[in-house]
C-alpha cells in the first residue's frame, strides 16, 4: 500500500531528484522567485516550506540538517573550487553559505509569526517547445 508516500516523482531516478530539489530550494531561497514547470513547483513548496520551518526553529542541529538537505558541504573544496580559491576567488566556495545565511536571519525573520504557507505559485503561459504548463513559485 503506498499510504502516505505523496511524492511527484517526475519522471527521475531519485538521486537525480534530490539533486534537482536542492538546486531549486537554493535558487528559491537566493532570487525569491523562481519559474518552473507546475509540477516540480509543487513537490518544491514541500520542501521549501519543511526548509523555512527549519530554519525557524534555528538550532544548530537545524542549520547542519538544512545544509545537508541544500547539498552544501563545508569541509571539502571540489577541485574546481580549490584552483578559485587558490586564485583568490571565493565567489562560488561562499554561495552556498550566502543562501544559508539568508535562510536563517533575513528568511527566518520574514515568517517568524506567520504559521505556515510561505510560497505561492502563480501559474503562467505553458512552454513554447514542448507546452508543458509553468507557473512561478515564490516566497509569500
Sequence with gaps: M???KHTFK??????HRRAMIANLLKALF???KIETTTTK??????????????????TLASRR????????????LTPKEAKQAKKGD??????DRKTIKKLFSEIKER???RPGGYTRIIKIAPRV???APKCIIELV
Design 2 to 4: 503506498r499510504h502516505r
Design 10 to 15: 517526475i519522471g527521475r531516478t531519485p538521486a
Design 30 to 32: 537566493e532570487y525569491e
Design 41 to 58: 513547483a509543487k513537490e518544491l513548496r514541500r520542501h521549501a516550506e519543511k526548509m523555512i520551518t527549519l530554519a525557524k526553529n534555528g
Design 65 to 76: 540538517r538544512a545544509s545537508s538537505l541544500l547539498h552544501i558541504r563545508y569541509n571539502r
Design 90 to 95: 571565493l565567489s562560488a566556495y561562499n554561495q
Design 111 to 113: 515568517f517568524d509569526k
Design 129 to 131: 517547445g514542448d507546452n
